[in-house]
């Protein structure tokens, strides 16, 4: 069992930066990729990035490519969300998951994940 916990959220203005952080905990003895998804109320989840276990792969969704970075801590086993250039469509809740199967594969797909935190609130103003 893996738990994840996600940390940074809150309310910004647009154009506003957070950084989200992720820790996992469990089973991190094993190679983990991480994956970055949000939802928004009414909306389906979306990918919004990925890094795979050696950080030699990162995806991003077009929606986030250029404005959020994906970056790993190996010693302090975390994996963080730079998320610059806000936007209120940024708004939403925001999970981390851990793929554990393919860790040397940055999954763009839900389903690519076992475990999942229970996300942190990002809130974008106009």
């Known amino acids: 069992q893996v738990h994840l916990v996600e940390s940074g959220g809150g309310l910004v203005q647009a154009g506003g930066s957070l950084r989200l952080s992720c820790t996992p905990s469990?089973?991190?003895?094993?190679?983990?990729?991480m994956g970055w998804f949000r939802q928004a109320p009414g909306k389906d989840r979306e990918f919004v990035g990925a890094?795979?276990?050696?950080?030699?792969?990162?995806n991003y969704s077009d929606s986030v490519k250029g404005r959020f970075t994906i970056s790993k801590d190996s010693a302090k086993n975390t994996v963080y969300l730079q998320m610059n250039s806000l936007k209120p469509e940024d708004t939403a809740l925001y999970y981390c998951?851990?793929?554990?199967?393919?860790?040397?594969?940055?999954?763009?797909?839900?389903?690519?994940?076992?475990?999942w935190g229970l996300g942190t609130q990002v809130t974008v103003s106009s």
């Open positions: 890094i795979n276990a050696r950080g030699s792969t990162i």
């Open positions: 998951e851990v793929d554990i199967d393919q860790p040397w594969v940055a999954g763009v797909a839900g389903n690519d994940y076992d475990y």
């Open positions: 469990g089973r991190t003895y094993r190679p983990y990729a």
